[in-house]
């Protein structure tokens, strides 16, 4: 069933809402997914987890999907896991954000000139989207990059963040390789960082350090405001 403005498309075309509906069946494994877990956690959000930020932000944090206990539970991306103490603490510390990072939704955290999306809206088994799943959700993050002009620097969490960025701008994969601290040159003006994402895993293993992320992140702003 679908609904609030946001109707089954065609592949490839751009859907009325940029967000999906709470009860998309786009994706049918996801669509049941998210129903077992509205039966096990019915005070969990449960639903395609919308972009958390600035409406008018000129960089775009690009995640892969929702974390059963983090966002699927809050609602808000990041929030409630691992990963989002990183994230937001880093963004605290730049000045992308202000106020209290709680791991709530209600926390009063203010992202600056930040917007924060993920690749899939919905909550997928064992964190692991397929990629007809990936592809299908792309026309909303297509959506998002397509109404949001004043983009101008994009960072994806990971390769599965990295490849949605290009297939949302139509671009080949093959030309723009994935790695921790690259930079890639966009259509219409931006620029594309990559970074490991900031999961409990690659923390944990050293694939991704605090300090790596900072640097990234740092990068960014400054290429953001011109130094």
């Given at each position: 069933?679908?609904?609030?403005?946001?109707?089954?498309?065609?592949?490839?075309?751009?859907p009325?809402?940029?967000?999906?509906?709470?009860?998309?069946?786009?994706?049918?494994?996801?669509?049941?997914?998210?129903?077992?877990?509205?039966?096990?956690?019915?005070?969990?959000?449960?639903?395609p987890?919308?972009?958390?930020?600035?409406?008018?932000?000129?960089?775009?944090?690009?995640?892969?999907?929702?974390?059963?206990?983090?966002?699927?539970?809050?609602?808000?991306?990041?929030?409630?896991?691992?990963?989002?103490?990183?994230?937001?603490?880093?963004?605290?510390h730049l000045?992308?954000?202000?106020?209290?990072?709680?791991a709530?939704?209600?926390?009063?955290l203010i992202?600056?000139?930040?917007?924060?999306?993920?690749?899939v809206?919905?909550v997928?088994?064992?964190?692991?989207p397929?990629?007809?799943?990936?592809?299908?959700?792309?026309?909303?993050?297509?959506?998002?990059?397509?109404?949001?002009?004043?983009?101008?620097?994009?960072?994806?969490?990971?390769r599965?963040?990295?490849?949605?960025?290009?297939?949302?701008?139509?671009?080949?994969?093959?030309?723009?390789?994935?790695?921790?601290?690259?930079?890639?040159?966009?259509?219409?003006?931006?620029?594309?960082?990559?970074?490991?994402?900031?999961?409990?895993?690659?923390t944990?293993?050293?694939?991704?350090?605090?300090?790596?992320?900072?640097?990234?992140?740092?990068?960014?702003?400054?290429?953001?405001?011109?130094?």
């Amino acid at each position: 069933m679908t609904g609030d403005g946001a109707e089954k498309t065609e592949a490839g075309a751009l859907p009325s809402s940029c967000q999906p509906p709470q009860t998309c069946d786009l994706c049918p494994r996801l669509a049941a997914f998210l129903e077992e877990q509205r039966q096990a956690h019915p005070d969990w959000f449960n639903a395609p987890v919308p972009p958390f930020g600035d409406a008018c932000a000129r960089m775009a944090i690009i995640g892969l999907a929702p974390g059963l206990r983090g966002a699927n539970r809050t609602g808000r991306p990041f929030t409630g896991d691992f990963a989002g103490d990183l994230l937001y603490g880093t963004m605290i510390h730049l000045g992308l954000a202000k106020g209290h990072y709680a791991a709530r939704p209600d926390d009063g955290l203010i992202l600056q000139d930040a917007v924060i999306i993920n690749a899939v809206r919905c909550v997928p088994p064992q964190n692991k989207p397929t990629p007809a799943e990936i592809r299908t959700c792309n026309r909303f993050l297509r959506c998002e990059f397509e109404r949001r002009t004043e983009l101008r620097v994009i960072l994806a969490l990971g390769r599965v963040a990295h490849d949605a960025v290009l297939m949302a701008h139509g671009l080949v994969r093959a030309r723009y390789r994935f790695a921790h601290g690259a930079r890639h040159e966009l259509p219409k003006g931006r620029i594309l960082y990559d970074s490991y994402h900031c999961s409990r895993y690659n923390t944990q293993t050293g694939r991704l350090t605090a300090e790596m992320f900072l640097d990234v992140m740092a990068r960014m702003k400054r290429e953001l405001h011109g130094l």
